[in-house]
């Protein structure tokens, strides 16, 4: 069986992209180590961000620069390791995050974000899945004046962008959330148009039966080589569980495997400044004291507590550190030390917390497009902080891009080719 399209990665990109293909009337494959939904569009923080206006840029001022270098800070922390590793791309990311590059980058990013929740809906009205999603916001909390008040000129700005937002003082964030101590708060913002999703990886397997209904096929095994024959047809040969070796033949072939999307590029000749942003996740167990109904962001402290089918979730902001590196929970005790006097969290669901990689570009855009030399090979990935919000207008937009059809958003700005690939 000959395939129109072999999709790798069936994370929230990778499925989207899948389902909008199958949809097309392409006859799809799509290639997992895992199940879909299973990395780090499993352990996210559910958000589908309209708000996410803003691609989050590194610190410019040397103030700030010298509050992350003692690496105790409870929104990022950093290895050696990794700022070894990853030194072009980071050193990229922050001459990228200077304010003229930054105002061109929020632009490009901004035709992609404002798409999110319309794209989402279509997948989720297709598959069934309104009650994985809560359309009622969540909210922004914040402990001092001065950064309140950034964030509120933020928050204008970003209005002309199509996002709502309403500021809300202490007490009316109470009547919102009664269990949460606002006690050390001053105020906060609610993104209203934003929306959260109570179980991330069951929306991606959601995505995924709707796709496999549209018959579309998923197989369980680890992509090992790619390669173009001499008639342009796409071989992929991939290892099963058991150690079995198969290949798959397709007219098209889209790399769409999150953080590890450059293993797979670089065989073929392509490397992009990709770098992984780690965090973290804990649950705790949810009774009357500690229920909550929407997703709350410590802004100044970097955390965020959602309500979750598996209890409430706990997760970090960053940490810069290698895709394998072990797992150091310094940062995510920190965090639980603050957030425990926000939100009683007495009993942890799991025995260990999860970690997962954020796929971040140097230029804090994700790469959607063609390949430059290889005919019919695509790339989609690199969606950093936002990659569970951005899959369905990604999934979009690459079926778009195969079928040659109408570009709904320039993709231009998004192209491999501008890392010179
Ligand atoms: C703590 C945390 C909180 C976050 N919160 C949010 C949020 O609220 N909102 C938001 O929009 N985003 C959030 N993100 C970011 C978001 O989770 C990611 O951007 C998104 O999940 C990336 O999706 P993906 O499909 O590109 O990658 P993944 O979900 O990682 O999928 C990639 C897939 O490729 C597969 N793969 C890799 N290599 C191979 C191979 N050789 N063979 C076969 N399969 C392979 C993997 O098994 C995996 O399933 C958060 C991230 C973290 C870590």
């Known amino acids: 069986m000959q395939y129109d399209v072999i999709v790798i990665g069936s994370g929230m990109v990778g499925t989207s992209i899948a389902w909008h293909l199958q949809k097309n009337n392409s006859k799809v494959l799509v290639l997992d180590k895992k199940a879909p939904g299973e990395e780090t569009?499993?352990?996210?923080?559910g958000l589908i961000q309209r708000e996410a206006v803003y691609p989050k840029a590194f610190p410019r001022q040397m103030s700030e620069i010298?509050?992350?270098?003692?690496?105790?800070?409870?929104?990022i922390r950093y290895r050696w390791s990794a700022l070894f590793n990853y030194q072009s791309a980071l050193?990229?990311?922050?001459?990228?995050?200077?304010p003229n590059k930054l105002t061109k980058i929020e632009d490009e990013w901004a035709t992609?974000?404002?798409?999110?929740?319309?794209?989402?809906?279509?997948?989720?009205?297709?598959?069934?899945?309104?009650?994985?999603?809560?359309?009622?916001?969540?909210?922004?909390?914040?402990?001092?004046?001065?950064?309140?008040?950034?964030?509120?000129?933020?928050?204008?700005?970003?209005?002309?962008?199509?996002?709502?937002?309403?500021?809300?003082?202490p007490e009316e964030l109470k009547a919102y959330e009664p269990n949460v101590n606002f006690d050390e708060f001053i105020g906060g913002i609610h993104w209203q148009n934003s929306w959260q999703v109570k179980n991330p990886s069951r929306l991606v397997k959601t995505y995924a039966k709707s796709f496999e209904a549209m018959q579309g096929e998923i197989k369980q095994a680890n992509v090992k080589t790619i390669e173009q024959n001499d008639e342009?047809?796409?071989?992929?040969?991939?290892?099963?569980?058991?150690?079995?070796?198969t290949t798959y033949t397709s007219n098209h072939v889209v790399i769409a495997a999150g953080p590890w999307?450059?293993?797979?590029?670089?065989?073929?000749?392509?490397?992009?400044?990709?770098?992984?942003?780690?965090?973290?996740?804990q649950h705790f167990k949810v009774d009357e004291a500690n229920r909550i109904g929407h997703s709350l962001f410590d802004a100044e402290k970097g955390y965020l507590m959602g309500p979750m089918d598996q209890g409430i979730r706990i997760t970090t902001g960053a940490e810069m550190t290698t895709l394998n590196a072990p797992k150091n929970f310094g940062q995510l005790e920190a965090v639980l030390k603050i957030a425990k006097n926000v939100l009683p969290l007495e009993e942890a669901v799991e025995s260990e917390a999860w970690c997962g990689s954020r796929p971040c570009m140097s230029d804090m855009k994700p790469v959607i497009g063609p390949a430059a030399r290889h005919p019919n090979l695509w790339f989609a990935f690199g969606?950093?902080?936002?990659?569970?919000?951005?899959?369905?207008?990604?999934?979009?937009?690459v079926q778009e891009m195969i079928n040659d059809k109408p570009l709904y958003v320039d993709a231009t700005p998004f192209s491999a080719q501008r890392f010179g690939n």
């Open 91 to 98: 050193y990229q990311y922050w001459t990228n995050s200077t």
């Open 66 to 75: 010298l509050k992350v270098l003692p690496n105790t800070r409870t929104d």
């Open 112 to 169: 992609l974000i404002e798409h999110c929740t319309s794209e989402h809906d279509v997948m989720i009205q297709a598959s069934g899945a309104d009650d994985l999603v809560r359309k009622g916001g969540w909210f922004e909390i914040y402990r001092t004046q001065e950064k309140f008040d950034y964030a509120i000129k933020l928050a204008e700005r970003a209005a002309s962008k199509g996002v709502q937002y309403k500021l809300l003082t």
């Open 41 to 45: 569009s499993y352990g996210n923080a």
């Open 261 to 281: 999307s450059t293993e797979l590029t670089r065989p073929l000749g392509y490397d992009f400044p990709l770098f992984p942003m780690r965090g973290y996740h």
């Open 232 to 245: 342009g047809i796409w071989q992929v040969t991939v290892e099963n569980n058991s150690g079995e070796m």
């Open 383 to 397: 969606h950093a902080h936002q990659g569970f919000t951005l899959g369905p207008a990604t999934g979009r937009l």
